[in-house]
């Protein structure tokens, strides 16, 4: 099975979701790490990522090759982080037929309705129990 966890800007959240991934998950999972710039891309390959990519092309590319996607909800959304999500980027995680895994986490002026406030720690946990859940099924 193979994961991409993508995240942009300084790679702080990818990066948190790679380590607890690599720690709770067996072996044979390969670990993408997809940035959207270079520097997040370094920080998630230095939490455990098995490779690495970085780029709308390399985004685009790989978004129908894995078997999971995992990340904040802002990689949903064209221009979201500071514009380093473009419009393709967006479409292609939209319509990878990998099921996601999303942080209900952003910052461009979304407000999902229902989900209480819970630290990062806490979201990781969920979205690691799910990932568990996901791989053993």
Not at 10 to 38: F, Q, S, V, W
Request: net charge negative; glycine share 10%; proline share 7%.
């Amino acid at each position: 099975m193979k994961i991409a966890v993508i995240d942009g800007q300084g790679g702080g959240i990818g990066k948190h979701i790679m380590d607890r991934l690599r720690r709770e998950l067996p072996d044979n999972i390969e670990l993408l790490a997809l940035g959207t710039n270079a520097l997040a891309t370094s920080v998630m390959i230095r939490s455990g990522a098995n490779e690495g990519a970085t780029g709308e092309n390399a985004l685009i590319y790989n978004a129908d090759k894995v078997d999971l996607i995992v990340g904040p909800i802002s990689i949903m959304f064209p221009h979201a982080m500071s514009g380093e999500m473009t419009p393709r980027m967006a479409e292609a995680i939209a319509g990878s037929p990998a099921p996601k895994v999303l942080l209900p986490l952003t910052r461009s002026g979304v407000n999902i309705v229902g989900m209480k406030a819970e630290p990062l720690p806490h979201l990781i946990d969920e979205l690691v129990k799910k990932v568990k859940e996901l791989v053993e099924n």
